[in-house]
């Protein structure tokens, strides 16, 4: 069976071809072009979903090109129905309605969570993971099988992928700044760090990053190094995702652990989640760095298990949905998931 | 009478190691706060020594609100561990598994809660692994999250971790029905007009989550 999966969640506009037969998952082709803000800016919703305009055919057609196949040999069409920005989000809900009215294919709305979670469980071949999503979308801990989702622990306020963001913003940077952070924690040459100053926000399973993201803002316009800081607020932000997730390993008995989203490509988180699961006996599963940010190939990898359930939307209910949590996914109710 | 050692010598939680033990001949429990090597050094020991002292205050303060814990025999924040009382039962985690009509354990759960808010006192891991159904009925256990705080939003929180983690573990209807008998136990304690303030408090930490709706 062969999908072509259609991702504008937020800055990417992706597509992917995937096929799956028996049980074996293969990715023929993951195309993406990424909007990229100007430096000290985030997301503009309304540039960015003109940019997914603007791309959307040749990443579509590179998708099938690089597949070496043609619109013909796709099976179904899935996309990314939310959660996410609401123009971006309409730009791939329209190349996905017109190529399946046109070319008669079904079409199967998606949960881009659950995309980050299916791809990362069928590449590392995990059977039944806790999870921690880690991105500019999301923090959460979750578990669950492939029908039913359930939250152990989530951001309070800012996620962890938006900590890092907005504090690279205010050190001038631009979007996203997660990788800049880390070559500047890396780089700590002999600055102090400034970890006492930083507020440890655990809340039970959940965390807060919002007085992290202050204080280290603080800091900074005291006079302290990008360096110092960026260490710093990665050593307090990682320990705080850990330490949940250790407790949510506690708590569920899980003898596996799936990390991906955006931030699962930090080397020092997965240095820290090394450590932790080495000493509870758990695998860890990194979802590989290319596949770690928002693409095509997570929206067909969830669009094999939506198709597979029947959530099948005729053109006129294919939805858009911004909010809509994973513990919200129901594969009871067909086509009316909104 | 099951032996204490027939039941575990040692169990790695997350955060602490808790060891069985002898505390002048009674069977005692050892919880000690091992290094997390994931964590840097400095924020490591910081954290270990507080919980440990605050821990034990919280144990002691516990007992004056009116709820059953564990007695305290000995503690040193400076090595990390807390030497307690060691004292048997069912989770309440599993507890609800087996018997689905535990509905008073959940009631009395939420009189608990109530007591130590009334006193200040936030559990901070306010889970069902975290109680512990005995012959002396319900006795809270770990305060090792606790914190004094008068504050709306603190007590809707510890409330709020309940429900996820009742949530997390029972079908819908039945997590639903758990929680209001936490709710009922919990207003007979503090009264209508602060258990609906705290209601409140937990639906808006709810819509916090992310892409959360409202409904």
């Known amino acids: ?338 | 009478m099951v032996e204490a050692n027939e039941i575990f010598t040692s169990v790695e939680g997350s955060e602490a190691r808790v060891e069985l033990c002898e505390w002048y001949g009674k069977p005692a429990i050892r919880k000690i706060r091992t290094r997390k090597k994931y964590r840097n050094e400095v924020l490591d020991r910081s954290l270990r020594a507080r919980r440990t002292k605050e821990e034990a205050e919280i144990l002691h303060l516990s007992k004056l609100a009116g709820i059953n814990s564990p007695e305290i025999y000995f503690a040193d924040p400076g090595s990390f561990e807390i030497i307690m009382e060691f004292v048997q039962g069912t989770l309440l985690k599993d507890l609800q598994k087996t018997n689905k009509g535990s509905q008073n354990a959940f009631e009395l759960a939420g009189k608990y809660a109530a007591r130590l808010h009334k006193k200040g006192i936030i559990h901070g891991d306010l889970t069902t692994k975290n109680m512990l159904w005995s012959t002396m009925g319900m006795i809270f256990l770990d305060f090792g999250l606790s914190f004094i705080s008068d504050r709306l939003e603190d007590k809707a929180e510890d409330l709020h971790l309940l429900k996820q983690a009742l949530k997390s573990t029972l079908d819908p209807p039945m997590a639903q029905k758990c929680f209001e008998a936490v709710l009922a136990g919990y207003r007979a304690e503090m009264g209508d007009s602060i258990t609906k303030s705290v209601r409140k408090q937990i639906t808006k930490i709810e819509l916090r989550g992310r892409y959360a709706t409202v409904d």
Not at chain 1, 241 to 255: H, P, Q, S, V
């Open chain 1, 1 to 338: 069976m062969i999908c072509l999966g259609i991702e504008s969640t937020a800055h990417t506009f992706g597509a992917s071809v995937s096929e799956l037969n028996s049980a074996s998952f293969q990715i023929r082709s993951d195309c993406k072009d990424v909007y990229k803000a100007p430096p000290g800016s985030g997301i503009h919703p309304r540039e960015a979903s003109r940019h997914h305009e603007e791309t959307c055919s040749a990443v579509v057609s590179n998708a099938l090109t690089g597949a070496n196949m043609s619109i013909e040999d796709v099976d179904f069409i899935a996309y990314s129905a939310g959660p996410g920005l609401g123009p971006c989000l309409r730009v791939g809900a329209v190349v996905a309605r017109s190529l399946a009215t046109y070319f008669k294919k079904e079409l199967v709305p998606v949960n881009h969570a659950i995309g980050h979670i299916e791809l990362g469980k069928k590449l590392l071949s995990l059977n039944d993971p806790l999870v921690l999503l880690i991105s500019g979308g999301h923090t959460v801990i979750a578990a669950g099988n492939s029908a039913d989702w359930k939250i152990f622990g989530e951001t309070l306020d800012l996620t962890v992928g938006q900590l890092l963001d907005q504090l690279g913003r205010y050190f001038g940077m631009s979007s996203p700044a997660g990788p800049k952070i880390e070559a500047k924690a890396r780089d700590l040459n002999g600055y102090k760090d400034i970890i006492q100053q930083l507020p440890y926000a655990i809340k039970g399973n959940d965390v807060s990053y919002s007085g992290l993201l202050s204080s280290a803002k603080d800091a900074y316009s005291a006079g302290a190094s990008q360096e110092s800081v960026s260490f710093s607020v990665q050593e307090v932000a990682f320990a705080l995702l850990i330490e949940a997730t250790e407790r949510a390993l506690a708590f569920t008995d899980k003898r596996e652990l799936l990390v991906t989203g955006g931030v699962a490509a930090n080397q020092r988180l997965s240095e820290m989640l090394l450590e932790m699961c080495a000493s509870r006996g758990v695998k860890l599963g990194v979802i590989p760095r290319q596949y770690s940010g928002d693409c095509g190939a997570q929206i067909a990898a969830a669009g094999f298990l939506f198709h597979e359930k029947g959530m099948i939307a005729s053109v006129q209910d294919a939805f858009i949905r911004q909010s809509w949590r994973i513990d919200q996914v129901d594969f009871r109710r067909r086509s009316s998931a909104h």
